[in-house]
DNA sequence: CAGGTTTTAGACAGACCTGTCTGATATGGT
DNA sequence: ACCATATCAGACAGGTCTGTCTAAAACCTG
């Protein structure tokens, strides 16, 4: 039974502990094997003996399991909410207990395309990002009783990626509330009067 | 000989050109030297007798470039307007001019900043770009007859913020006209109805 | 044309980085 | 106890990167 799940501590899991810490706090690029293989406390041959890839397949990981966690993180908040405007809010909410944490330095993601080649793992990662956000948005607003959801999900992204850059870039996680009122004030507009603008 | 196309300028200027080019595209860290003095056809000797302070002297120079370049764009873009509403949807539109060119590929110092140490030229660089964007919002709302002006202009921050990242990560210069609708809706309400939110 | 300035080509040092290899050593299931 | 799996320590090769240096050539400008 070689399936089993590796046990908590193994070098896997302390590579990949060690590869979050460092790849999102100082950028992919600038962190190299021998810092991650120090923080893990792992030998180099037991990095490539767990990751046949080396330093790719490391960062691919380590950006699918960010995907992961935030992916989950967020509709766990989304799913405490039952009214329609209440779980799109949610997600707002979310990126302010996010901003609001020590460590934040923005998303994974966009820093990781802003070093990274165009065929690159990383891209690929961002790539895939970004269609779980729009899909993200996209049933979000379709559970609404609006005229336009496209356009009202394209503005949430909007508001989403400009809290998060915002916040990283100004180190103020105010921008999570600011960017909440413009997206209840968008709601109240898509889902109150019926005429829209 | 290659000397065909070489006089186009001095060393430095055309060192600074390729630097523009290649670390805007690819991206500060992931571009060597050698690139630069290839694309420039610069010996490298030239290099370091134009910018003493080598690779870092040349980035600072390229993002002090692509700030006073971007802000001379920007304020170009207000000062065609009188009205102080359509002065700050104006930078809005000058966004979706830069959205649209077939080379854009983020902002500049959004990207320095996802790959900087924390006392790099980079980190300054994005810092004083930063303090630009504020203040020009801050003086953009002041001439707005309103409540809260700090209160908007940090809204509008995010909606600038938030237009950039969209249009860099998902490829679409539509960005610019999403977050332009936003910000005459905070507009509408801010400079119409006296009622606050 | 004389002389300081600018540029060129390329070798070189020193640092860092990824990945390979060897061989010893735990670890865990049966 | 046995044996495959997993991990360790460290040397090593090959690549890249920044920055220095030399010595000659080109460019101005007075």
Redesign the interface.
Known sequence: MTATVKKAGSARERLLAASDELFYS??I??VGIDRVLEKANVAKGSLYYNFAGGKDELVETYLANRHGVWKDTVERGISAQADPVRRILAVFDTLGELFSRPDFR?CA?????????PDSVEMLA?ERF?SWI?ELFGELTSALDTREPD?LA??L??????????A???HTA??AA??R??AE??LS?ASGPAAG?
Chains 1, 2 share one sequence.
């Open positions: 100082e950028g690029h600038t923005g993601f966009m820093n990781a395309a802003a070093e990274a080649r961002a970004r729009h356009r394209l503005q992204v909007v508001l989403y990626d400009g809290a998060t850059t915002t990283q870039m100004d105010a921008a600011v960017s009122e413009m004030l968008l507009r603008g």
